[in-house]
């Protein structure tokens, strides 16, 4: 197991500083530069501000300086915000999308598993047709579809809660449910179709024929079974659920990291969307990473060994 950590906690580094150094030189490759505008600034002004940031040196001295500060945790200056690193822009956006998307996966975790479940145990009932409607909604609708569809029936029709902003909890819950709509969706259908395959398996035969209350089967033998899947998508879902909610907080008017990140693209700001980039790519390849640990509690079969050769 130590050797299984040692070797995935290599590939993650090596991996981050493959999408580091491919993010840097696409940057690079824009036709325009973080100081064009539509009005444009002196030559002069512009050669300053290039010399301020060494946007004037030679691409290979850019490229090693970046990622020397990189290897140090220090991913530089905004361009935009002159007073502000981006570590400082990441250390404040972070924690509101973190709880925004943690809010969104217990939502996504609590709903669907037990909409699969039921929709498994009523299988071609009008229970099992309305998981899959809702299901199909889901996956079907996009965020900002959906975002834009419950601000104006929650907030702009019935009144029950505010339509954007941030500071309370009433005001977490629009954008909340809007990032959880489609891991509901895919952790429903997910979860049916393991469980009606679970529950054709001989030992949850056996488990009725003992007597044992379908309640003990479903939780006591079918559950543990059922989530393995579900726990090998959490790790990408996770992620894609902060990743999602770069638009969701924009409309919402959410001051968290994914409002930065899209500014960011449209003012050109290199350091931040490199650094914002590379610390999403590092939370995605530590979540796959924790996902694999889990295997081995959730089934004592799976074991991290190394394989001799004979």
Not at 260 to 266: D, G, L, P, Q
């Amino acid at each position: 197991m130590l050797k299984f950590i040692l070797q995935r906690v290599l590939s993650m580094i090596l991996v981050i500083l493959i999408v580091a150094s491919a993010t840097f030189f696409m940057m690079r490759l824009l036709p325009s530069g973080p100081f064009s505008r539509e009005k444009k600034l002196p030559a002069q002004i512009i050669k300053n501000l290039e010399a301020r940031y060494h946007l004037d040196d030679p691409l290979w001295k850019q490229y090693i300086d970046y990622m020397g500060n990189l290897l140090r945790f220090n991913l530089g200056p905004s361009f935009k915000y002159t007073d502000r690193t981006v570590n400082n822009i990441i250390n404040d956006g972070f924690p509101v999308s973190a709880i925004l998307g943690v809010v969104a996966v217990i939502l996504a975790v609590g709903i669907g598993i037990p909409l699969g479940i039921w929709g498994a145990l009523k299988q071609n009932g009008w229970q099992d047709n309305l998981v899959m409607f809702i299901a199909l909604l889901g996956v079907s609708v996009p965020n900002f579809i959906m975002a834009v569809l419950l601000m104006f029936i929650f907030a702009l029709g019935l009144h029950l809660v505010p339509a954007a902003g941030w500071g309370s909890v009433r005001q977490v819950i629009l954008p909340a449910f809007t990032l959880a709509g489609y891991p509901i969706a895919f952790i429903a259908r997910l979860v049916r179709s393991s469980m009606l395959e679970v529950l054709r398996q001989e030992y949850i035969t056996t488990a009725r024929a003992k007597g044992l209350s379908e309640r003990l089967v479903i939780f006591r033998h079918a559950l543990r079974n059922i989530l393995i899947p579900v726990v090998t998508v959490l790790g990408p879902l996770i992620a894609a659920v902060f990743t999602g909610s770069f638009v969701v907080e924009k409309i919402f008017a959410i001051p968290g990291l994914g409002r930065y990140y899209v500014t960011s693209i449209n003012d050109r700001d290199y350091t931040v969307i490199l650094g914002v980039t590379i610390f999403y790519s590092a939370l995605l390849v530590f979540m796959n990473f924790l996902v694999d640990l889990t295997y081995a509690w959730l089934d004592p079969r799976i074991r991290y060994v190394e394989r001799k050769v004979s």
